[in-house]
């Protein structure tokens, strides 16, 4: 089905269950109990869930497959920013040209920079893809907004203004980003009990568009090409030495990744009409590394666990402070209440990376697979082992078996 073997399938059909039904799958506590905080169900962080589980699918097409580990993919997300911020402003707020000038301009400043950082390879690589995000940081926060052609409006950012030309943009369509004339900030809340579910627009636009992005990286992995960039990883060296030139797929890898970095930059400024330099932050490379390390790096569905685990935690880490702790702890003695907020107060609020590091730690650790491999342990449990009948000897196989 969809050219896909049956266990490719089943990925699939559990990213599209995870990602149509993430409106009830993340609220799992009532609207109004002490638990709702640990609800993620809310628009704006499902989509930073599907958004940068593209950048981490994409990302894991280069590294996951040829072995090269970039830290510079925040340049073609930031770029996809402002590409279609640029559309917003010079056609009109449809996201539909916005995206796909995302997609195509990742694409081509992928080509320019994946020509020379692939000349070297290992840590090299790295420092080059590295060097060019931040050289890309530094030409759009200070030389690009030189007021004689203001391309990203320096520190500010890239945002519409009602002086902009918005050629295309009809007096009948919403003054915001929409699909087609369907507000992508438009939501429907569904009360059930206790319960508050939203569906948005914006999200479930990013969530098909996850699950198509999710789709291509299958076929890439199991065809002929992904075969390719295995070989590469494996032993580059070796390849070169049969006569084959692995540059023309290594390009090819980080042009693909390239343009899923542009495709998550446009669907982020779809969902909020404005493009900053800073996603072109070496910490916005870093972050996509963790989520696809933490996921599991090479496999399929890794990246989009290791990118909802590390946005979810962002979210809900960070907003914990002391009064909550308080409330937590306020059935202890004051001595012993006040002990746990002391242990507990550097691990949440700004200090949330503390608590993303040790988890990384762990998982890099114990679970070099990531996440992936934690799901296969714990399946490899619940399977029943087969019942011994024959007084601890294996029966023969028939020709059946």
Known sequence: ML?????????????????????????PFPTDSALAQFNAGYPDLMQRFVIFGIFAIGFNILFGLTGYLSFGHAAFLGIGSYS???????????????????????????????????????????????????????IAYSVLSNPAFNLTNGETGLQVYASDPQWLQSASAPNAPHLF???????????????????????????????????????IFRS???????????????????????KPYTLAAFIISGMYAGLAGGLLSAMDP???????????????????????????????????????FENIFSKINDNILHQWFSALPDGLEDLLITIVHPFIGKGWHLTLGLMFMMVVIFLPGGLVEGGQRIGAMFKRKPKDTNGGLSAPATPAE
Request: glycine share 10%; with cysteine.
């Open 274 to 312: 404005l493009a900053g330099a800073e996603r072109m932050q070496w910490t916005a490379s870093g972050e996509v590394v963790l989520m696809t390390i933490l996921g599991g790096a090479g496999t399929l569905i890794g990246p989009v666990l290791g990118a909802g685990f590390i946005k979810y």
């Open 224 to 246: 002929p090409f992904g075969l390719m960039l295995r070989a590469v990883k494996s032993n580059q060296q070796r390849m070169i030495y049969t006569g084959l030139n692995t």
């Open 84 to 138: 279609c911020v640029w559309m917003f402003k010079l056609l009109s707020y449809n996201v539909v040209p916005g995206i796909l000038l995302s997609v195509v301009m990742a694409g081509i400043f992928s080509v320019a920079i994946g020509f020379i950082s692939l000349r070297r390879s290992g840590i090299y690589f790295s420092i080059l893809t590295l060097a060019f995000a931040q050289m890309s940081f530094a």
């Open 181 to 219: 004339g369907l507000p992508m900030r438009a939501t429907e809340t569904l009360t059930v009990g206790g319960w508050d579910f939203q569906f948005n627009v914006g999200y479930y636009m990013c969530a098909i568009i996850m699950i198509l992005a999710f789709y291509l990286s299958i076929r």
């Open 3 to 27: 050219g896909l073997h049956k266990k490719d399938l089943n990925l699939l059909l559990i990213v599209m269950v995870l990602a149509l039904f993430a409106p009830f799958i993340l609220n």
